[in-house]
């Protein structure tokens, strides 16, 4: 047949690219397919064996194979959750029943869930109160709380915010020390409790700071003394006691600023706060 050139041809490479283009969306779209089939299926077969098996015992140990990481994305918490809660469901009696539930708190706290972690340390304490692990339990309920109040971007506590979560992990470290004094976790507990004095001996700094701003002065000073007072290992006793000297001054109180210079060289006489002290 004779070329014209005024009729439009496409060229065999063109019609050929074409189907090239074709094969490789549908390949691309099987990998889709069979990576989404994968995801589906493999958590399905993985929790297969406990169906299998009878008994608390294949329960609790298809739970631990999940949180030490599961396949691809880590450990699968609500599943590892819903693991335990047969045990505890089915096999409240068992020997597994509490060591489900200090798992199940145990996965909240590795998820970053402190508060449900809290609530599970708490329950299991409530539920079995001469389990061995009590103290064990205790202790990370404070240390729930406390990490619960902590910036994830810095990771300290902040002064600013409301410290009722402080207060709650104090009062468990103290138990762990005034209840467990023999435990492990004892000399943890009172590391964890200085953490606490200062943070909240901060938060009463700064309440302070905000009372002497708005002129609420008689505030301030209960503020400041309950700083020197209620948490004297916190490191910052003198510097409340140097701000409360200078309320006083500021008032007009010779005799209030007069104690508080003398309480302040009694109990910090190293302290760069007494010579910074106006006479």
């Not at 693991?83 to 590795?110: C, G, H």
């Not at 079995?128 to 064990?136: M, S, V």
């Not at 309950?226 to 510097?239: I, M, Q, R, T």
Request: hydrophobic content about 35%.
């Amino acid at each position: 047949m004779d070329f014209n050139p005024n009729i439009t041809q496409i060229p065999y490479f063109a019609n050929a690219f074409f189907w090239v283009k074709v094969c490789i969306m549908a390949f691309y779209r099987y990998i889709s397919l069979l990576l989404i089939l994968t995801i589906i299926v493999l958590p399905s077969c993985a929790s297969s064996p406990v169906k299998e098996q009878a008994g608390p015992e294949a329960y609790y140990n298809e739970a631990l194979k999940e949180l030490k990481g599961g396949w691809l994305f880590g450990p699968d918490y609500e599943q590892v959750r819903q693991t335990l809660n047969q045990i505890i469901d089915n096999y409240p009696y068992s020997t597994y029943a509490p060591r489900a539930q200090i798992l199940i708190a145990d996965s909240y706290f590795k998820e970053g869930k402190y508060l449900e972690a809290a609530e599970s340390y708490d329950h299991f304490v409530k539920m079995y109160p001469n389990d061995k692990d009590i103290p064990y339990a205790i202790f990370m309920e404070g240390r729930s709380f406390l990490e619960n109040q902590k910036s994830w971007l810095s990771g300290d506590i902040p002064y600013d915010i409301d410290p009722t979560g402080i207060y709650n992990a104090y009062d468990e470290f103290r138990y762990i020390i005034d209840n467990y004094s023999s435990s492990k976790y004892a000399d943890q507990a009172k590391k964890y409790v200085l953490q606490c004095e200062k943070a909240l001996a901060n938060h009463d700094l700064y309440i302070a700071d905000f009372y002497i701003s708005h002129d609420h002065y008689e505030a301030a000073i209960n503020r400041l003394k309950a700083v020197y007072e209620n948490y004297p290992d916190s490191g910052l006793g003198d510097k409340a006691l140097y701000k409360l000297a200078q309320v006083y001054k500021h008032i007009n109180d010779p005799e209030g600023y007069k104690q508080t210079i003398s309480l302040l060289k009694q109990l910090y006489p190293d302290s760069k706060y007494i010579n910074m002290l106006k006479p």
